[in-house]
């Protein structure tokens, strides 16, 4: 009688949290159906952290994300300790130990034991007077860093994650990290793999790049959103992984959503930029020639990627107070809705600006307006020119916040001043609020000591400094050229032929565009080239347009440069991350031979 082979390693991880603020049947769902070994969390963007160093500038014990200890871990303490599932989440924010004891608080009083590390060195604010004086500068603009700032953090990579849980932790609380080191980290761990293996690294990072974003892995943003049932009980993601870097999306059983194939290559293009060099603390990847094919009912297989070299220095994320902004509205009904509420808007920007002036005070820094309900982000391409309901939306920045008080007074007045239908929800008057302006530059790896605190005793870990990442990746060829171009054309929108998401990476804009058919893309690559993309967008968009061909999923990826007002917390646009941007593209008509394609999607 001989031994059966043992089965391969399998590494089930479950994704509860894509950001602060997410929905809190996630844990519990993942934790009760989902057979996990690891639950992670990822909750911090830039603006997060801004919000959390002002909490704990009021509040020292504050600073980190509240609802992961008092939402997410709370109902699932004790299952998470009988099923032995570890945790790992970048809750932490700008106080990971505040986070611990919280947690360990919550856990004494339910009876629960747990072993909680926590990964210190991403705070770097303290070394800003230094780098600043070195001359260096924000890595977009080339600005010169400010004098002051809210927060300074470096993203760190898995290195810290994996030893913690080699040392026995049960979770593991990080503050800044990139999105995926969470996932990547128990990978490390539980295969063993080295901090040179670098397509594995790549691989586990693209697992944890999928899961990051919650259920936008199950069906959440899929552009065919007709054909995602069941969303108030959709299922968060789940990566069931194996030692060769390969794994398989799934969710648990008897919840909403679907996990397809197409939903998942939406994801692997968001917000990744050149998909050759996605650059992370521990390794660069190349996504460009991974596969991904629907294994099952809710089940999506996606093979191992490549990677090189990180590079020797840590982007740094940071924030700085830029005076503060009011945003107000109010709701116009009637005939020429959308001339009347621009009207409004421009009288209220005249009449404060005068009180201002007449008082000696600076104008607003900037000011902006918006229709909503007239498709206003659309431009020259709107089609609503007589919508007889709208809202308007008028935004000011200034260096204090008295004017701002002054300007959200005088919106209100609008209502019974200027135009017929003017009237509003509720709500009372707009809030002023600070203006936070994210910047960010990189920082060698080796000013930060990394290191994490299990059972009070601090481990410094070893960060590999003897790479430069100035490896370069294999070249690759454009798409074949289209040889089918006669023949009657047609005009044929892109949401016919592609599927889309867009996301943002300061002020760039990501927007991944995915063939329905593979055989269409050259179609596509012929069509939506960055110059007919540029123009398109040419009302919003101030740079140029990159454009990057992925054959393994018959896909393109486009970066689109000064999209977004200066994204994030800096832009006064109603949709300051771009998350929109792929829905407008795939509105965009592009001529076809009408034999080539099926009948136009009715929309």
Known sequence: MTDATPAPKTVRIGGASGFWGDSMVAAPQLVAHGRLDYLVFDYLAETTMAILAAAR???????????????AMKPVLAEIKRQGIKVVSNAGGIN???????????????????????????????????????????????????????SANAYLGALPIAAALAAGAD????????????????????????????????????????????????????????????????????????????????????????????????????????????????VTCDFR???????????????????????????????????????GSMVIVGIDAQRKAVRTAEAIIERTSGILAAAGQPPFTSTHIEVIGAEWLYGPHARTRSTREVMMRVVANHPQKAALDM???????????????????????????????????????????????????????????????????TATIDPS????????????????????????????????????????????????????????????VHGKVDRFYLPGIAAMNLVLHDALDGGGPSSMRMDPLGKGMAQMLLDMTVKVPGRLIDPPRTR
Request: proline share 7%; glycine share 10%.
């Open 289 to 327: 020639e991974v596969t991904i094919e629907q294994q099952g009912e809710n089940r999506v297989h996606v093979s191992p990627a490549r990677g090189r070299a990180p590079s020797a220095s840590y982007k740094v994320s940071a924030t700085q107070l830029d005076g503060f902004r009011c945003a």
């Open 481 to 540: 050229a289209f040889a089918n171009d006669d023949g009657d054309q047609m005009d044929v929108r892109l949401i016919d032929l592609a599927w889309a998401r867009s996301g943002d990476k300061g002020n760039l804009s990501n927007i991944g565009l995915v063939a329905r058919r593979p055989e269409w893309l050259p179609l596509l690559w012929s069509r939506v080239t960055p110059e007919a993309v540029r123009g398109y967008f040419a009302h919003l």
């Open 407 to 473: 300007f959200a007074r005088e919106i209100a007045p609008s209502g019974t001043s200027w135009s017929p239908g003017t009237t509003g929800p509720g709500g009372g008057r707009p809030s002023v609020s600070p203006l936070i302006k994210p910047f960010a530059f990189m920082l060698p790896k080796g000013a930060i000591e990394v290191a994490f605190v299990l059972d009070d005793e601090r481990h410094v870990v070893p960060i590999p400094l003897d790479h430069d990442g100035s490896a370069q990746a």
């Open 171 to 282: 979770v593991v609380i990080t503050g800044r990290c990139v999105d995926s080191a969470v996932t990547l980290g128990p990978l490390m761990h539980e295969f063993g793999w080295r901090s040179d293996d670098y397509d594995l690294l790549a691989s586990g990072s693209l697992a944890g790049h999928i899961i990051e974003c919650g259920c936008q892995a199950t069906g959440g943003l899929h552009t065919d959103w007709e054909d995602i049932p069941d969303w108030a009980h959709i299922g968060y993601p789940i990566v069931e992984c194996h030692t060769d870097g390969s794994f398989v999306v799934t969710k648990p059983e008897g919840t909403g959503g679907k996990v397809i194939r197409a939903a998942v290559a939406e994801q692997l293009l968001y917000e990744i930029g050149d998909p050759a060099s996605y650059m992370l603390p521990d």
């Open 96 to 150: 990971p130990r505040g986070c611990a004891a919280a947690l360990a608080a919550l856990a004494d009083a339910a009876g629960v034991s747990l072993r909680i590390a926590v990964v210190e060195g991403d705070d770097v604010s303290a070394q800003m007077p230094a780098v600043r004086a070195e001359g260096t500068r924000d890595m977009f603009t080339g600005e010169a860093l400010p004098e002051k700032v809210l």
């Open 57 to 71: 500038a009021k509040k020292p014990e504050m600073g980190y994300a509240t609802d992961f200890v008092d939402i």
